[in-house]
DNA sequence: CCATGTCCGAATGTTGACATCAGGTCGTGC
DNA sequence: GCACGACCTGATGTCAACATTCGGACATGG
């Protein structure tokens, strides 16, 4: 008997699909960034309408993954040092919420998925496999743990981040050093245990920005330093500074099972 | 001479204008919680399309404010003491990132602009301002912190919690009680004035968590105790990972270019 | 040669009509 | 009387066409 036996079995719109299928196109390299994402050519490409296009690409840019403007064609974000600050500062806040909420309220069965994933990560490590298969395991072990805390607002507020965090590790691919990746699993496997443990709170929490702020520092090693160590001022345009930004449609709230694929 | 002279004249789609057209009447109680939000009635009533209707009501439902479902009406969301818990969590964790990025980055102008509004809420409240007048101030003064902390991705995370923050606070009145009203004028003035001194982090980050937690439990103080919502967590985490606790989510919201109405 | 005004192509913004689906109601058989 | 199934109504999901706007290229005047 599952907790959940049936994963509810949702009715998905053509919106999903399309959001779907252009978000793994974007990760799988077909539009690189700063690539144009034009609505007409997609539509016929996808063998649907325009508007159920508009649509999915509105969900895309709730993610952060696209952006658009007034009568401008979207466009496929393009990963700056500024970027990778503000989304791993603000993953850095959720995760650390999402792990001590967890460790109240994770259950047994959520405890041993995250045990497994750490093995399979741990596995496929040993194995050789590609970064792609080690990120979508990184990935389904934190949204097991945002799902494990039961907080329907902090899934969707991580939901917002996660396909930037995803392209932005997929497009500098940091992991690629062997070392790097043994860390990244010992982490996770020490994030598991704490959880199981269940006890100290300030330790966990104090983890978990640890754990964002390692894959901060790798990438962000990576791309050409703006300023100081501490970046402040680093507004730039990307976003806009009113905090007014049009974007994106409504969100569905939950979505247990991780979409990314890019196995 | 404005840091930035010109705000930029945005070009709004209806999208936007019904959007925020939608937001106004849910605040302004046309549609009570739990009410239908169907599209052709809205169309009519607005005099665009449903497409716009449809937009608009997507990026609602991305603020969190109405809820829909595969060929079911939308609806206004209903705040129970499990969505009140879920807000004000997530608030929190944004608020405390929101503070402490602030501390490093606030220009002389955001400092003196948040001592405005504190200087106006109490005017305010002197003034026997109503409910809706001092919360939009508040939701003013902590957008501006957002602004400040110039973090575009968490300034998106915020605006996705912020209605949800501004109805339940108006719909349960909770700012009735003259003492509570000086109370939260005096935590406002507190943050501003531990911002504009620029040093102590660990305390911002307390004292906005604080500020958050307080609003959390004067809600939940109004609303029938849910049993399942969750044994600990309601009062929970007493015990601050950081030295800085958590959680704790925060009060009002509210939005900066007056859309919000009621007042 | 630079600045200004105008035109054009292309993409998005918007619209109204058609297709599909959920929920409730009524009717039927046991 | 109860359970099951068909029907109908109303809503949303989807589609193809029209209107508006952006950006650049071209021509023009100083």
Do not use: C
Request: proline share 6%.
């Amino acid at each position: 008997m599952d907790d959940e036996p049936l994963p509810k079995a949702v009715r998905r719109g053509l919106a999903d699909e399309v959001a779907d299928r252009v978000r793994d196109a974007v990760f799988a390299g077909r539009f690189p960034p700063g690539a144009p994402l034009r609505e007409v050519e997609l539509a016929e490409s996808l063998g649907v309408s325009r508007g159920a296009v508009r649509e999915g690409l509105a969900r895309l840019q709730r993610e952060g993954l696209i952006r658009t403007g007034w009568h401008r064609p979207t466009t496929v974000v393009a990963a700056t040092a500024a970027d990778v600050e503000e989304v791993y500062r603000v993953r850095a806040a959720l995760d650390r919420l999402a792990a001590v909420t967890a460790l109240r309220r994770a259950t047994p069965r959520d405890l041993d998925e995250l045990d497994r994933l750490v093995d399979e990560m741990a596995a496929e490590l040993a194995a050789g496999a590609g970064v792609p298969r080690l990120l979508a395991l990184d990935m389904a072990f934190h949204d097991r743990i945002y799902r494990a805390a039961g907080n329907g607002r902090l899934t969707a507020a991580w939901q917002a981040v996660r396909s930037q965090v995803f392209l932005f590790q997929l497009q500098r691919v940091s992991l690629a050093r062997g070392q790097y990746r043994a860390l990244v699993v010992a982490e996770h496997r020490e994030l598991a245990r704490l959880l199981r443990a269940g006890g100290d709170e300030h330790h966990l929490d104090r983890l978990a920005a640890e754990h964002v702020d390692t894959a901060r520092r790798s990438l962000l090693a990576l791309l050409p330093d703006p300023d100081g160590t501490d970046p402040a001022g680093t507004d730039t345009a990307g976003t806009d500074p009113d905090g007014t930004d049009p974007d994106g449609t409504g969100p569905d709230g939950t979505d247990p099972e991780g979409t990314t694929a890019a196995g």
